[in-house]
């Protein structure tokens, strides 16, 4: 069961949240001592926090932050504070979400089942490794590697840019426009020239797995990788 943390000093409020929550069948731990709820976040060890700004001793921001320094849980603030500078101020503060009173209890609740779907569900950051596959061939982007049979090859970042985006769509042609906005990055110019030596140097990486002629160069269109190597080895 998923656990919600309440912070919220008007007790009729929390006891509103509270019973409504739990009601969609989460549990929930409702915050009362205010000088403590770093203390209480730790023992409660929740999924997603909701957080007022006006509250005892130091404001919502300020817990925000502490919390923050502990955990990556979803921060959700309810406030009747609905000025931007509030707004900002929350999300500059590791806040994910920011609902203003008076609310209606659906959007609260539509907000906390996205913040638990985007964190913990669905739409959740996959924690294991990707790997592309084709015909036999495995690329692993995040540690920049190339296996097929047993044989493997390091490969460039570009490299791998370039051979992911061509395996995903392979047999399909992939344009040099598209390829050459694949590669670019924030840290320099990406021209035709740089895509033309990647290129070049994805076929002799290639070449090492018996590979020869399965990148293919369309005129005027593009690139694409034809799996011929699985054809070769049925042959």
């Known amino acids: 069961m998923q656990r919600i943390m309440i912070c919220e000093d008007d007790p009729k409020l929390a006891a509103l949240l509270q019973a409504n929550i739990e009601k969609y069948g989460y549990d929930t731990g409702v915050v009362e001592d205010f000088s403590g709820v770093t203390d209480f976040f730790r023992r409660y060890d929740p999924h997603l926090v909701l957080m007022d700004v ?100 390091t490969l460039t970042k570009k490299e791998a840019v370039l051979l992911e985006m061509l395996m995903r769509r392979s047999p399909r042609i992939v344009s040099r426009e598209a390829l050459l906005e694949e590669l670019w990055d924030d840290q320099a110019f990406v021209d035709e020239n740089t895509l033309n030596v990647n290129i070049t140097r994805l076929r002799k990486k290639l070449q090492e797995f018996g590979i020869d002629a399965s990148l293919e160069t369309v005129r005027g269109a593009g690139y694409r990788l034809l799996p011929s190597w699985e054809a070769e080895e049925l042959s």
């Open 54 to 153: 006006n509250l005892p001793k130091f404001d919502g921001f300020y817990w925000c932050r502490q919390i923050r320094a502990l955990s990556k849980c979803q921060i959700l603030f309810i406030s009747a504070r609905d000025g931007e500078m509030d707004q900002v101020m929350a999300l500059e503060y590791g806040a994910d979400d920011y609902i203003t009173k008076p609310f209606h209890m659906e959007v609260v609740m539509a907000k906390i089942r996205s913040q638990l779907r985007r964190a913990y569900g669905e739409y959740a950051e996959r924690t294991e490794e990707r790997i592309v596959k084709l015909a036999g061939l495995q690329l692993y982007p995040e540690r920049l590697e190339l296996a097929l049979h047993g044989v493997n090859s």
